[in-house]
């Protein structure tokens, strides 16, 4: 069988690391959780190749230049991206590759790797989803409000999406990516 690329997005405060967790856990001879790039300093207990690939900004913009990621973007004056060869690379290893990134980078990885399946993680309500950011209580009223405007735009986005996955039960919603790698 051939090897897959599964994308997974959704919105802030959603749960989908909590959902990619327990499908890694449960995934975790057939999967890979791809490794982004980024320009951003690593935080502390982050290791190189393992939570990101630390490089410069110089050469992210060359390979930016040399058509070297499947997606990439910036973000507070930081690039983040996935490169080709990564996720090529553990394919031919044997392995699908699990990518967790926003919805306009999973929007370029379908151009440029059309044969890629696109998971969003839905919240059940819009209500729902404010009730989780605010019960994080790790930002301020202003991020909230940044977050919330931004899901229209996500869930938009997601309409091009091969599936959508309400997150109303975590092993409700692991069991359903479950069944969409089965049928793939």
């Not at 749960?15 to 982004?36: A, C, H």
């Not at 080709?84 to 699990?98: A, C, I, S, T």
């Not at 306009?104 to 790797?113: D, I, R, S, T």
Request: with cysteine; glycine share 6%; charged share 35%.
């Amino acid at each position: 069988m051939d090897k897959k690329l599964f994308v997974i997005s959704g919105c802030s405060g959603v749960g989908k690391g909590t959902v990619i967790n327990e499908f890694m856990k449960r995934n975790s001879n057939d999967f890979i959780l791809s490794v982004s790039c980024t320009t951003r300093n690593p935080r502390p207990n982050e290791i190189d190749g393992v939570n990101y690939f630390f490089i410069s900004k110089e050469e992210f913009e060359k390979n930016i230049k040399e058509d070297k990621f499947l997606e990439h973007a910036n973000f507070a004056g930081n690039y983040y991206g996935t490169k080709k060869k990564y996720v090529r690379q553990k394919m031919d290893e044997g392995y699908n590759v699990l990518l967790e990134i926003d919805t306009q980078g999973a929007l370029q990885v379908k151009e440029k790797m059309p044969e890629s399946v696109l998971i969003f993680i839905a919240p059940p309500s819009i209500e729902e989803l404010e009730q989780r950011l605010r019960g994080r209580h790790t930002e301020d009223e202003e991020t909230i409000q940044k977050r919330l405007a931004q899901v229209k735009t996500e869930l938009e986005r997601s309409q091009k999406y091969d599936y959508t996955i309400i997150n109303d039960n975590i092993l409700r919603a692991v069991k359903e990516i479950e069944d969409i790698v089965k049928d793939k």
